[in-house]
């Protein structure tokens, strides 16, 4: 069997925003949006990124494509560290690499008209000449399912769900490898974003597509997912295929989330037990010591509190962070429950 390539590796990628006070306005402290993450990205699948709002699953992604400065760490995609390029080199891997946004209301320019906005990318980083451009303009209408006959048509004139395809057509414009799919349905009617889902997983299996699709909605990336990393405050807790992270979570904090997920298997259903976590997120400017989920952790011991668990491969392809699934911690005195 052949090794799946790696497209996108991430190691000890933190991101952290300065807060400033004072009269002189000195840096007093940091907002760690991501703290320390790492993760592969295989080439043709599909990495989930779960977790509340706030956790930091949003500025990753962001964070992977550059779209900001980052704090550590690094972020390998096709073997170039993407934090180390120069802005020249950031622009030759553009168009590897492109993002489909949560809002397609914001994210689109009103005063364009779908056609311009389409070509942007096309403008910006391919020199076609206007037949060549409006051939293609038609080709990405034709493979997100919009009219091309409505090119020349503006924003508004568009539904929610068909101005997100015309956000994708935007992304496919300079044909990318690697698209971070940023909450891409959570604006859109229920009755709608199916078709979006499906159209983004026609387009991976047409175009050979690799997504790292960022949802709070654990059904729904429980569709499209092929692997599905946890996020809580600033750092990944679990990652593993879909099917044994759905099945068997292993952390506590996966096990509270999942708890509160209708399964379709009636009988992981009938075990389940909802499980409401209590207490508030602390914040990622002040998080705690040791584990960070240590304030709402409902099997919290002492070590806990000491100690960061090590994020490690608990069984082949799952990986977690705590304390409970190191061997030498499991069933040791002290534990609070
Ligand atoms: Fe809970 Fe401790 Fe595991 Fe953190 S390390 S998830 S506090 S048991």
Do not use: Q
């Given at each position: 069997m052949s090794v799946p390539h790696k497209l996108v590796e991430v190691r000890d990628l933190k991101m952290h925003f300065p807060i400033r006070g004072g009269l002189l306005q000195r840096?007093?402290?940091?907002?760690?949006?991501?703290?320390g993450v790492s993760f592969d990205i295989y080439q043709g699948e599909t990495l989930g990124l779960v977790g509340e709002s706030g956790c930091g699953k949003s500025t990753c992604g962001r964070a992977l494509l550059r779209l900001y400065e980052v704090t550590g760490g690094s972020i390998l995609i096709e073997g170039k560290d993407i934090a180390e390029v120069n802005a020249e080199e950031l622009r030759q891997m553009r168009p590897t690499m492109q993002m489909v946004f949560q809002d397609p209301q914001a994210s689109l320019?009103?005063?364009?008209?779908v056609a311009n906005i389409i070509a942007e990318p096309l403008d910006e980083h391919m020199k076609l000449s206007k037949s060549e451009r409006q051939a293609r303009i038609a080709e990405l209408m034709d493979q997100v399912g919009l009219n091309r006959d409505f090119a020349n048509r503006y924003p508004h004139e568009f539904s929610g769900g068909q101005r997100q395809r015309i956000g994708i057509a935007r992304a496919l414009a300079l044909n990318p490898?690697?698209?971070?799919?940023?909450?891409?349905?959570?604006?859109?009617?229920v009755s709608i974003q199916a078709q979006v889902v499906n159209l983004l997983e026609d387009l991976q299996d047409r175009l050979g597509l690799t997504y790292l699709f960022i949802s709070h909605d654990l059904s729904m990336v429980r569709h499209i997912a092929t692997r599905v990393a946890v996020m809580y405050l600033g750092k990944i807790v679990e990652l593993a295929p879909r099917a044994a992270l759905y099945s068997t979570p292993q952390h506590p904090y996966t096990q509270a989330l999942l708890s509160a997920v209708p399964d379709p298997d009636p009988a992981i259903a009938a075990n389940r037990h909802r499980q409401i976590l209590t207490g508030d997120v602390p914040s990622p400017a002040n998080p705690p010591k040791g584990c960070n989920f240590n304030t709402r952790?409902?099997?919290?011991?002492?070590?806990c509190r000491q100690k960061d668990p090590e994020f490690r491969e608990?069984?082949?392809?799952c990986f977690a962070a705590c304390h409970l699934l190191n061997d030498d911690q499991n069933n040791k005195p002290g534990r609070v429950t």
């Open positions: 840096v007093v402290g940091a907002v760690k949006a991501v703290d320019n009103p005063r364009m008209s490898k690697f698209i971070v799919c940023d909450e891409p349905i959570a604006a859109l009617d952790c409902p099997k919290v011991m002492e070590i608990v069984s082949p392809g």
